[in-house]
């Protein structure tokens, strides 16, 4: 079933201007970035495409506070990170942010619902665990430890965990990369309920191009820099790509 169009933008959440990052080991020097200027809206879901090497995960790292630019400057709505202090760094990502990588990193020794309340012990007003696993499709695995758990329902366990503490933006790195297919369809759709139903902010990186059809916008990196950013007008629900 194809999506309608998205609403008009809000306001930025995330905003990169010229932003760069430079690595050097030695006399060896790779730019990652080179000189990225971006805006991400509140409410949206975006896709960040692109080859190994073009500089997703390290932007991602950037606007997550993981990373620090080497040049440019990163706002998060109207407070800018660029040089921002580490315990201040720490602050905005616990309050604000929620990570999902490829790899679950759940506790072996800890239930599905003892792995969220990781993150509700030290959240503000956070989501009960048990809340946060319903709206992944998991009420039925609470008691479950991982080593009990399908990959997709790690992945997804994962995801409940992120978004627990209600944060204002979530950012996937390649969160279905060790799934099959139909595991990752199952990933996609709790993480497009979540923008849909909650209206978080969600970036997410792939290598393939065909999840870009669930997103509100594509955008696509080559070398460190923004080759397209564009609006998808033919949006799918997940259940509905064809990989």
């Not at 309920?193 to 080559?222: E, K």
Request: with cysteine.
């Amino acid at each position: 079933m194809t999506l309608p169009p998205p609403a008009p933008p809000a306001r930025p959440v995330f905003r990169a201007e010229g932003v760069t990052r430079v690595y050097r080991t030695g006399a060896v020097e790779v730019r990652a970035l080179r000189g990225i200027d971006l805006d991400l809206y509140e409410g949206e879901m975006v896709v960040l495409l692109g080859a190994s090497g073009s500089g997703k995960s390290t932007l991602l790292n950037i606007l997550g506070g993981l990373d620090r630019p080497t040049g440019g400057r990163v706002f998060f709505r109207d407070t800018e990170l660029t040089n921002a202090s580490e315990a201040a760094l720490t602050a905005f990502r616990r309050a604000h942010v929620g990570f999902v990588f490829q790899f679950y990193n759940l506790v072996p020794s800890l239930t599905a619902r003892e792995n969220v309340a990781l993150v509700t012990e030290i959240a503000t007003t956070p989501m009960r665990p048990e809340e946060a696993l319903e709206r992944v499709g998991l009420s039925h695995r609470l008691n479950h430890f991982p080593a009990e758990l399908s990959g997709g329902e790690q992945q997804r366990v994962a995801i409940a965990r992120a978004i627990a503490k209600r944060p204002d933006v979530l950012l996937c790195d390649e969160p279905t990369g060790a799934l099959d297919i139909a595991t990752g369809a199952q990933v996609l759709e709790a993480l497009h309920s979540v923008n849909r139903d909650l209206g978080t902010a969600t970036v997410l990186i792939t290598h393939n191009a065909v999840i870009q059809r669930i997103a509100h916008r594509v955008v696509v990196l080559a070398d460190g820099q923004v080759v397209r950013d564009e609006a998808v007008t033919d949006r799918l629900q997940p259940a509905d790509l064809t990989w």
